[in-house]
């Protein structure tokens, strides 16, 4: 039987937990080597495994509390910390953490922040300071996750899609990104802007605005806003996303960024 077998009958309670351990196992460990992803594009869509979320909530399951050390620092925990970093190419700032399950390729940069267990990071993205990255969540190449952003975990149910950060996208100061929203590759988030799968997301660069949910279009450039609704006690706005811009093909993405950043007067 697969190891995908064992996993989705555990999982399913058809199997005991013990018959698939050494399967789960060995799909955590892939995890870790990047051998295997929660989510992968295939011809422009996202595709989400679910039976590798499935082995990473069974994971919880099959492993005990322990005590196991860091350096100067000691945890407390069922999931070991990431180990042959340097080997790697990932540097990780104390107290940054990169959980085991997690992968990083080579030239991601953790400051004082958090990857959690399924999640992927991209080539030269930077987990700037007190940023957390959810489980399973996917993070593409040349992202900059600026301080204290939180983009969400999204671990059950399985069949849920995680939330997508695409490459090249800059996710300004203390932003939040949850449940399964899509960032295509490019786009911009202002600081504080959050955007939840219900959040409108209205593109207001046109005659007409254009509303849209749960994907940031690519190389858009976002910032928080409001809007009126009427209620029984009165009228009062509530969140949602703004679109004000687009950034323009270059082939520097740095210049095009701060270009976005002072033209549309979006604080990082």
């Not at 005991?16 to 422009?44: F, M, T």
């Not at 390729?105 to 959690?116: H, L, S």
């Not at 700037?128 to 040349?142: L, N």
Request: net charge negative; proline share 6%.
């Amino acid at each position: 039987m697969t190891d995908r077998s064992l996993i989705d009958k555990a999982y399913a309670g058809e199997i005991g937990l013990a018959e698939a351990a050494d399967a789960v196992h060995r799909v955590i460990a892939q995890l870790d080597r990047g051998d295997l992803r929660v989510a992968e594009k295939d011809n422009g869509t996202w595709v989400v495994n679910t039976w590798i979320k499935e082995a990473i909530s069974l994971y919880f399951r099959i492993t005990e509390v322990q005590t196991f050390g860091a350096g100067p620092f000691e945890y407390h925990d069922k999931i070991p910390t990431k180990t042959g970093l340097a080997e790697q190419g990932i540097r990780v700032v104390p107290p940054g953490a990169v959980r085991y399950g997690a992968f990083c390729e080579p030239g991601v940069v953790v400051m004082p922040g958090y990857v959690n267990i399924g999640a992927y990071v991209g080539a030269g993205t930077m987990v700037d300071t007190w940023a957390t990255v959810g489980s399973c969540a996917q993070i593409g190449q040349g992202v900059h996750l600026s301080g204290g952003v939180g983009i969400g975990g999204v671990l059950e149910p399985p069949g849920a899609r995680p939330v997508i950060i695409e490459d090249g996208a800059f996710i300004g100061s203390r932003s939040i990104v949850v449940e399964g929203v899509i960032v295509e590759e490019g786009a911009v988030l202002g600081a504080n802007t959050t955007i939840t799968a219900s959040t409108p997301i209205i593109d207001v660069t046109g005659p007409e605005a254009i509303e849209t949910r749960g994907r940031v279009p690519a190389n858009s450039v976002v910032v928080p806003g409001t809007r009126p609704k009427e209620f029984p006690a009165g009228s009062y706005n509530l969140q949602c996303a703004l679109i004000i811009g687009h950034r323009t093909e270059s082939t520097d993405k740095k210049t095009s960024l701060n270009d976005a950043l002072r033209t549309f007067e979006v604080q990082a």
